[in-house]
Every structure is written in C-alpha cells, then in structure tokens.
C-alpha cells in the first residue's frame, strides 16, 4: 500500500522558515517525480514545486522562486520543502504527490510543475499559516 505523509506544517510569522517532509511507505520515492502543492482557503490547488526522478531537474512556480528550495533524501525515502521567507500569502495546505518518471530529451528527468493531473498519489496535506 502507496502512502505518503507531510509533516512539518505551523503557524510562522511573516519572514520565517518552515522545512515540510514528504515520507513514502510502500514506494521508493527515487524512482518518481515528486511534486508540492499547495490549496488555499477558497482556491484551487496549484503546484508550487516538483523535482525530477533521481537527481531530477527542480521546477518553481514564479512566486516561490528563490524563497523555496526542494530536496530529496533517498536514504530515508523522504522529500523536502524548505520555505524561507514566508509570506502570508503562502498560507495553505500544502500537499506532496507522485507522478511517473518524465524523461525530457537532452535534459533529464524533470516534472510537472502545473499539471496536478499527471500526479496520481496524494498525502493528506498539512498547514502552514504565515502570520503575524
């Protein structure tokens, strides 16, 4: 049985730092691309991030960029999202997923970012609110 779970979800103030866990059972997290979503209350669910199988190619969506850093952990079959520089506006439930392996020609492994569609496997989700 497929199960991925996130942790590391809180309440931050303006400016802080969160590092959300993505941890598999049942699947070997290397093999695919893994992707971080995110719903807000009222909103649709959009990627902020994803990386490629293996040693894969990282995508951002705009907003995050140069704020949030994913990271995988094959020894303990976990992925990382590290968040700095929060921002209220990144309150949400933030989710992982899994999708199959992408080759992308003369690039490598890579993923994607805005296509919640290609991810079959979701964790329960966990909060993160930015607030002072």
């Known amino acids: 049985q497929v199960q991925l779970v996130e942790s590391g979800g809180g309440l931050v103030q303006p400016g802080g730092s969160l590092r959300l866990s993505c941890v598999a059972s049942g699947v070997t997290l290397d093999y695919y691309a893994i992707g971080w979503f995110r719903q807000a209350p009222g909103k649709g669910r959009e990627g902020v991030s994803c990386?490629?199988?293996?040693?894969?190619?990282?995508y951002y969506m705009d907003s995050v960029l140069g704020r949030f850093t994913i990271s995988r952990d094959n020894a303990k079959n976990t992925v990382y999202l590290q968040m700095n520089s929060l921002k209220p506006e990144d309150t949400a439930v933030y989710y992982c997923?899994?999708?199959?392996?992408?080759?992308?020609?003369?690039?490598?492994?890579?993923?994607?970012?805005?296509?919640?569609?290609?991810?079959?496997?979701w964790g329960q989700g966990t909060q993160v609110t930015v607030s002072s």
């Open positions: 990386i490629g199988s293996g040693d894969g190619i990282t």
């Open positions: 997923a899994t999708a199959p392996p992408l080759w992308i020609r003369d690039q490598g492994y890579g993923c994607y970012v805005d296509r919640k569609n290609e991810y079959d496997t």
